[in-house]
Structure formats: structure tokens, C-alpha cells
């Protein structure tokens, strides 16, 4: 009975510390946007991510997710990561070149991308010069970006005055991003950029502090803004493109098995972003106009004037910050990319 009992007490030890070390790491996954994975691009990355990474890593790690902002805004995630104080935050990559690393600016330069796959290819960190530029990024900053994730192409939106060609933004206040890339394509179109926060953008449209804004259909849809503001124009001026961020120095400390579930894991969640991200866009539209928002598909000969206006003032912008020889590797890589 004695023996019994030991063999009991043995097999209820190795037991509870089999369960303590299949649970090595518990880390924090943050997003600003709605926590709607069937809906949301960055949601249905987040719990793809989660899902994933406890399978693959055999339970050793444990995600906790954190939507609709309850960590903080695009900067807060971004100073978090750095501290090492969240595990993974999603985010635009723009911001994040505002804040530790500006020459990252260069993917946010308008009319670089025509398609999401297109953007796929060309920011993989598979390849050489990705996979170089993250590598630069993390030691310089403290934070490695796993991927790169298509979260939109941006579209005008206007309360009262409908945009069909760049004179029709003169002299209006348009929000921006905290991005200066997106700051310089507005200057460049004769708007006035305004940066505003996120959270706080509803309210400055209702209020009419800004006459305008853009960003993805989906995104729209989703926050409602059709209620503030009634006219959409289908520019796709630039791709919002969102980084998955984890703190340098955490991901180094894991061991490879680990290192390889995180970078494996991100994978999977990829395929998910860019498939909800795709669809929702389409729906959305559709959604908007049924809403009472009246959207207006700029003809050829319009986009061409966005661009004239945009590209080549944007990119001598880029020129003199990034310096001509980063810009021009980086277009160099976009139009090998391509191909």
C-alpha cells in the first residue's frame, strides 16, 4: 500500500512540473483594432498567431491577447515593445519609423504597391534585403519586426466636399497618420496634414476639427465613420502597412525550437491577414454605399494626376532624410520584386 501510495505521490509530482514547464512563457499579444477575427485583419492575425504558436511550441508558450487598444495606441505598443514590457504588438510600420527608425518611412511613400500580394512579395523578410533591413532595425532599436502585413489601401474621405483630382484637397485639413511620409504626399496634394490619434479621430470629424481622412474601406466601415462623413473617393493612395513587433532581446533569449514556432507561427497568421484583409475591402464598400455614403472611382487620367503630384515630390522628400542612395536600393528592390 506504502508502495502504492509513493508511486502516486511520484506520478502527481511529475505531473505538476510537467505542467509548470509546458508553460515556459506567457507573453502579451496587443492591437488597437476590433476584436473581430471573421471581420479584422489584425484580429484574425492575432488569434491565428495565438493558436498556432501553443500548438506548435507544445504549450510552452501561452498568448494572451489584448484588442480594441486596452494596452494603448500605435506609440504606447511601440514604446512597450521597446521596454519589453508586452511580447507582440501589431501596428503600422509608419509609426514606428516616426519613432526609432525613420528610414523605415520608405515603405509608406505613396503608389509603391498596386496589389496586396504585390506588397507581400516585395516586404517578405525571406528575402535578402528584408531580411538585412530587419536585421539593421533590430540592432539599432531594440525591436525586431517579424513580418510585414497589408492592412489596406487608404481612400479619401470627405464631410462635405467630393475629391475627384488633387486641386480638390487644396486648403483642406485632412488627418493623417503620425507618419511624415503621409504628411508629405498631403502637403504635396495642397491639403493640410493633421495628425490626430486613433482613438480620438471619430470625434474630431463629428466636430469638424478635421475635414477629412483616409484609410482602408474596412476600417471605415468599422468605425463608423460613414456617419460622420459623406463622401469616399477610391484613391488607394498608400498601403497601410502594419509590422508584427516583438522585443529584440526577449527573442533572442529563446531557444531555437522556440525562435523557429514564433517565426513559423507568424507564417500561418499571415496567410490570415492578407485573406480577411482582401475580403473585408470588398464587403466594406459595398456596406459604405449602403450606409448612404456616396463613393466616386477616380477615372485614368485622374490617378495619373495623383500621382504626378505625389510620387516624385514624396520621393525627393525621402531623398533628403533617407538619403538618395537608401531610396534608391530600396526602388531598386520594389521593381526586382516585382518582376
Same mark, same amino acid.
Given at each position: 500500500?506504502?508502495?502504492?501510495?509513493?508511486?502516486?505521490?511520484?506520478?502527481?509530482?511529475?505531473?505538476?512540473?510537467?505542467?509548470?514547464?509546458?508553460?515556459?512563457?506567457?507573453?502579451?499579444?496587443?492591437?488597437?483594432?476590433?476584436?473581430?477575427?471573421?471581420?479584422?485583419?489584425?484580429?484574425?492575425?492575432?488569434?491565428?498567431?495565438?493558436?498556432?504558436?501553443?500548438?506548435?511550441?507544445?504549450?510552452?508558450?501561452?498568448?494572451?491577447?489584448?484588442?480594441?487598444?486596452?494596452?494603448?495606441?500605435?506609440?504606447?505598443?511601440?514604446?512597450?515593445?521597446?521596454?519589453?514590457?508586452?511580447?507582440?504588438?501589431?501596428?503600422?510600420?509608419?509609426?514606428?519609423?516616426?519613432?526609432?527608425?525613420?528610414?523605415?518611412?520608405?515603405?509608406?511613400?505613396?503608389?509603391?504597391?498596386?496589389?496586396?500580394?504585390?506588397?507581400?512579395?516585395?516586404?517578405?523578410?525571406?528575402?535578402?534585403?528584408?531580411?538585412?533591413?530587419?536585421?539593421?532595425?533590430?540592432?539599432?532599436?531594440?525591436?525586431?519586426?517579424?513580418?510585414?502585413?497589408?492592412?489596406?489601401?487608404?481612400?479619401?474621405?470627405?464631410?462635405?466636399?467630393?475629391?475627384?483630382? &488633387?486641386?480638390?484637397?487644396?486648403?483642406?485639413?485632412?488627418?493623417?497618420?503620425?507618419?511624415? &511620409?503621409?504628411?508629405?504626399?498631403?502637403?504635396?496634394?495642397?491639403?493640410?496634414?493633421? &495628425?490626430?490619434?486613433?482613438?480620438?479621430?471619430?470625434?474630431?470629424?463629428?466636430?469638424?476639427?478635421?475635414?477629412?481622412?483616409?484609410?482602408?474601406?474596412?476600417?471605415?466601415?468599422?468605425?463608423?465613420?460613414?456617419?460622420?462623413?459623406?463622401?469616399?473617393?477610391?484613391?488607394?493612395?498608400?498601403?497601410?502597412?502594419?509590422?508584427?513587433?516583438?522585443?529584440?532581446?526577449?527573442?533572442?533569449?529563446?531557444?531555437?525550437?522556440?525562435?523557429?514556432?514564433?517565426?513559423?507561427?507568424?507564417?500561418?497568421?499571415?496567410?490570415?491577414?492578407?485573406?480577411?484583409?482582401?475580403?473585408?475591402?470588398?464587403?466594406?464598400?459595398?456596406?459604405?454605399?449602403?450606409?448612404?455614403?456616396?463613393?466616386?472611382? &477616380?477615372?485614368?487620367?485622374?490617378?495619373?494626376?495623383?500621382?504626378?503630384?505625389?510620387?516624385?515630390?514624396?520621393?525627393?522628400?525621402?531623398?533628403?532624410?533617407?538619403?538618395?542612395?537608401?531610396?534608391?536600393?530600396?526602388?531598386?528592390?520594389?521593381?526586382?520584386?516585382?518582376?
Amino acid at each position: 500500500m506504502k508502495s502504492i501510495l509513493l508511486a502516486f505521490v511520484a506520478s502527481a509530482a511529475m505531473l505538476i512540473a510537467g505542467t509548470a514547464s509546458a508553460q515556459e512563457y506567457t507573453i502579451k499579444y496587443c492591437f488597437a483594432d476590433v476584436d473581430q477575427p471573421g471581420e479584422n485583419a489584425a484580429a484574425a492575425h492575432a488569434y491565428v498567431f495565438k493558436d498556432a504558436l501553443e500548438r506548435l511550441s507544445g504549450g510552452r508558450m501561452k498568448v494572451d491577447l489584448f484588442p480594441n487598444g486596452q494596452l494603448g495606441d500605435a506609440k504606447s505598443m511601440a514604446q512597450q515593445i521597446r521596454r519589453g514590457t508586452i511580447g507582440v504588438a501589431s501596428f503600422s510600420s509608419g509609426v514606428f519609423a516616426s519613432l526609432y527608425y525613420p528610414k523605415l518611412g520608405v515603405l509608406d511613400l505613396p503608389f509603391l504597391y498596386s496589389t496586396r500580394a504585390q506588397m507581400v512579395d516585395t516586404l517578405s523578410t525571406d528575402n535578402d534585403y528584408m531580411r538585412k533591413l530587419v536585421d539593421d532595425i533590430a540592432a539599432e532599436t531594440g525591436v525586431r519586426i517579424l513580418g510585414f502585413e497589408p492592412y489596406g489601401f487608404r481612400n479619401f474621405t470627405t464631410a462635405s466636399r467630393e475629391i475627384r483630382e &488633387p486641386a480638390d484637397l487644396a486648403g483642406l485639413k485632412m488627418r493623417t497618420q503620425e507618419i511624415v &511620409p503621409h504628411q508629405e504626399m498631403m502637403r504635396a496634394l495642397g491639403a493640410t496634414p493633421t &495628425p490626430i490619434p486613433f482613438m480620438e479621430l471619430y470625434s474630431s470629424l463629428q466636430t469638424g476639427v478635421v475635414d477629412g481622412e483616409e484609410n482602408p474601406l474596412a476600417t471605415i466601415l468599422q468605425q463608423k465613420f460613414y456617419q460622420v462623413q459623406k463622401h469616399l473617393t477610391l484613391s488607394g493612395h498608400l498601403m497601410t502597412i502594419a509590422g508584427i513587433f516583438v522585443n529584440e532581446k526577449w527573442y533572442q533569449s529563446l531557444p531555437d525550437d522556440l525562435k523557429t514556432a514564433v517565426v513559423a507561427a507568424n507564417k500561418e497568421a499571415s496567410l490570415a491577414y492578407a485573406g480577411i484583409g482582401a475580403v473585408q475591402d470588398v464587403l466594406a464598400l459595398k456596406a459604405l454605399q449602403e450606409n448612404g455614403m456616396q463613393a466616386y472611382a &477616380p477615372t485614368a487620367e485622374q490617378m495619373a494626376k495623383f500621382r504626378d503630384a505625389t510620387t516624385g515630390t514624396v520621393r525627393g522628400w525621402a531623398e533628403k532624410e533617407y538619403g538618395k542612395e537608401f531610396v534608391g536600393g530600396f526602388f531598386s528592390h520594389v521593381e526586382t520584386a516585382s518582376k
